[in-house]
């Protein structure tokens, strides 16, 4: 088990907001890897999406190992934990990264489009299956941005890659709705998805539900009615497993000792996060991180 969760930045290096390779290309990057092991545990500070076109192929996010097939489709949210596998130099498919900044910025909360679902593992499951004619319409459009992407001394290159990023989203997004098991109200899904961003950023500090109804501009009951809606929780037990789950990522993936992840994760004293996680748990961190 490594002694630290590695933070891995979107790539300064590349000049574009978006890098796309197939999973040979993947690969090989990953061999070359020296900040981090590509296949253990570490959490991304970008977006990534993986297409599988042949064969299987099995990825770890966030606790659980996802198996994937011809025509899957697994979203990797910014801030989650994930690693690759070894049998994944085994397939065909693609890798697509996406600059945070830049998708948060032009997507997320654009005036233009919601992507409320993409990348919400929240809410819904972060693995889509196509296809038919349905998986056939989404591979050409993830075929069309790679041959962009590559494509050397292409006029406006960077106008194109938006363009075909622009669609594939779309493309993705509308995937996401039909396969949801839910039917909610866009403006719903926009301020759960404000409120999930902020709390990102400041549940270190604090797990105060006010505040965060505060920093939306909306009362605490129109906050809590909206997580109770999509979540089945109020927000005050959202943040409490929001909490926990980044207490689970640090002990199943590193080494950190209880009193290092207090810190990490905003408690001021073991005692009172390990009080906190056994109220959310039923068991100690260390008996869990000893039983998994």
Known sequence: MISS?????????????????????????????????????????????????????THYVDFKFYELKKGSILFIAKNQVHHFTENFQNIEGFCILLNSQFLEQNYFLSNSIHLDRLYNYH?????????????????????????????????AKAE????????????????KQLHSTSSVKTLWLEVFNTFKNSLEVNYITTRNSKFYAEELSVSYKFLNDVVKKLTGKTVK???????????KRYLLSTSLSVKEICYKTGFDEPANMTKFFKKNTQITPLKFRQQV
């Open 5 to 57: 969760l590695p933070q891995i930045a979107y790539k300064s290096d590349i000049p574009l907001d978006i890098e796309v390779m197939t999973f040979a290309q993947t690969q090989a990057q990953l061999n070359k890897t020296e900040d981090h092991d590509p296949f253990s545990p570490h959490k991304i500070q970008f977006y990534l999406i993986l297409i599988v076109t042949k064969d299987f192929y």
């Open 123 to 155: 809410l819904e499951t972060p693995l889509v299956t196509l296809e038919g004619t349905e998986g056939a319409i989404f591979l050409e459009t993830v075929q069309n941005l790679y041959v962009e992407y590559h494509l050397e001394g292409g006029f």
């Open 237 to 247: 037990a959202f943040i409490d497993d929001f909490v926990t789950i980044e207490i």
């Open 160 to 175: 194109m890659l938006r363009a075909y990023l622009h669609i594939l989203l779309i493309k993705a997004e509308r995937v």
